[in-house]
């Protein structure tokens, strides 16, 4: 059974991605580092199913890709 994203989960990475697009990095970093471990593979699995990565992801919300 795939794992489950926690809704804390979904509030950190989404403030995280925010923060990151913002510049604000030690934020980012903390949103991300609150993130618990079953929740972060399931993040990982479903960014896999659609081909992409964090960085990729960090990258198009910054918006530094094409």
Do not use: Y
Not at 20 to 46: C, F, K, Y
């Amino acid at each position: 059974m795939p794992e489950r994203i926690t809704l804390m989960a979904a509030g950190e990475l989404r403030d995280a991605l925010d923060a990151h697009a913002r510049g604000d990095i030690p934020a980012a970093v903390h949103g991300l580092m609150s993130i618990d471990p079953n929740s972060w593979q399931a993040i990982a699995e479903r960014l896999a199913a659609v081909g992409g990565t964090l960085p990729e992801l960090l990258d198009a919300v910054k918006g530094d890709t094409p």
